[in-house]
Nanobody
């Protein structure tokens, strides 16, 4: 099982980035995939999740600005991030799990993690 996150970078406030999480060793339709982020000195925060059924969840901090999606043929999950703010600066991770809907943002619900990709938003 492997998750490979990519697409991070440096962007100005108000800009956009699209993160990708390439999956191998399992089928996307069998598991949920989440995006988390962790800023220096802060706890890891769950920001979005897409269930195996395709149902999506978002943290209030990114709702309306970020969109999670998937390409089943490519076994890849995306996070489109628009209207970026300096407070979005963090290391972004993708993770695999099968959480109940009320627990989708808990790190303990995920057994496999990607290596992280850095997103830096300048003001």
């Amino acid at each position: 099982v492997q998750l490979q996150a990519s697409g991070g970078g440096l962007v100005q406030a108000g800009g956009s980035l699209r993160l990708s999480c390439a999956l191998s060793g399992f089928r996307l339709v069998d598991y949920g995939i989440a995006w988390f982020r962790q800023a220096p000195g802060k706890e890891r925060e769950g920001i979005s999740h897409i269930r195996s059924s395709g149902v999506t969840y978002y943290a209030d901090s990114v709702k309306g600005r970020f969109t999670i999606s998937r390409d089943i043929a490519k076994n890849t999950v995306y996070l489109q991030m628009n209207s970026l703010k300096p407070e979005d600066t963090a290391l972004y991770y993708c993770a695999r799990g099968r959480p109940i809907s009320s627990a989708w943002s808990r790190t303990s619900m995920y057994a496999y993690w990607g290596q992280g990709t850095q997103v830096t938003v300048s003001s």
